[in-house]
């Protein structure tokens, strides 16, 4: 079963509304159970240039990943997948990893599988907000979201407090988080509460991290349809 790029762009109807709910990005990930399944200890990876991506200047983030996305972590042979989704709870990116990967690292990919058309201009790529827990919660993302003009709504984990409190006034100021805002995050949570409802997401039967991204795509396709 292939894998739809992009499940916003089947539902023209909604175009408007969906660019106006894009000024709220939800960001989560969702690590479900692996079934047993021997990876292999690497594969090769296609072409960096795909002619069935969306945007040929872009990179891809749907390739087959080496080893087929399946990873170690506490649970054992786990996968994860990377969920971004509107004010709404309706999906707008999906990027699926090895359960080990870490979750800030795997921003730029989901943020790269944003693709909203609109009837007059160019597709919009770039939410007005981000939403998401303490695990985006680094220097780095931070200073990404601020280069591209998104507001970071990231509360700082207590680590980073107290780095900056034992550092004094070499520390920096700490950073703003709208906490009124960030209250709208468990929409991701309930998001992938509904995904969670489908068997062959919670439990991984997959081989191919690839099917396994389209059985998602297809939740989030029904997703939309019923909004």
Known sequence: MGAPAH???????????????????IIGDLDPYTQPV?????????SAKSPNHKNRDREPVHNEPAGHGIGR???GLTTKVHHA?????????????????????????VLADIWVPREVGRPRTTPDALL???????AATR?????????????????????????GSAGGRPPVTDFEKYKKRNVVERSFNLLKQWRALATRYDKH?????GAVVL????VWLRS
Request: hydrophobic fraction near 40%; glycine fraction near 6%.
């Open 7 to 25: 499940p916003v762009a089947l539902d023209n109807v909604e175009v408007l509304e969906v660019d106006q709910w894009l000024a709220l990005l």
């Open 38 to 46: 021997t990876p292999p200890p690497s594969l090769p990876t296609r």
């Open 73 to 75: 972590s506490r649970g």
């Open 85 to 109: 989704v509107d004010g709404r709870g309706r999906p707008l990116a999906a990027v699926v990893t090895a359960g080990q990967c870490h979750d800030g690292q795997q921003l730029k990919a």
């Open 132 to 138: 998401a827990d303490k695990a985006y919660s680094s």
């Open 143 to 167: 200073a990404d979201l601020r280069a591209r003009r998104i507001q970071a709504v990231i509360p700082e984990r207590a680590d980073q407090k107290a780095n900056r409190k034992r550092k």
């Open 209 to 213: 991290a690839t099917i396994y991204r």
């Open 219 to 222: 939740a989030a396709i029904i």
